[in-house]
């Protein structure tokens, strides 16, 4: 039998597991060249990653921001996902009462 952890809290999950599939792509169309991007010298920009040891290839996902993600959570931190699926509580500042 295969054993599952959280990836959010790090517990053994027994039979209860959820798994969230995240996929991330662009809104827009990454092929379409704006006025900027005629404006780059591409050829030096990849000279100087070559020369500053950058030159390695970028995976394919990476390229447009394209990619999925996969986690395995328990109960509590899938109704805790549902609730605040961005994590943004984590984040905003904590709000005190004025005592
Ligand atoms: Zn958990």
Redesign the pocket.
């Known amino acids: 039998m295969q054993h599952f952890s ?1 990836d ?2 790090g ?1 053994q999950i027994d039979d209860q597991r959820y798994v969230v599939h995240v996929e991330l792509f662009p809104a827009f169309n990454p092929d379409e060249l704006s006025s900027a991007d005629l404006d780059v010298d591409h050829l030096h920009a990849v000279s100087q990653s070559i020369m500053q040891g950058e030159g390695l290839p970028v995976p394919p996902e990476d390229v447009n921001g394209t990619g999925t993600l996969q986690f395995d ?2 109960r ?2 899938q109704l805790r996902f549902r609730r605040d699926p961005l994590g943004k509580s984590i984040r905003s500042p904590m709000h005190f009462s004025e005592n």
Do not use: I, S
Request: proline residues 0%; negative net charge; hydrophobic residues 25%.
């Open positions: 959280c959010l809290c517990c959570l328990c509590e931190c």
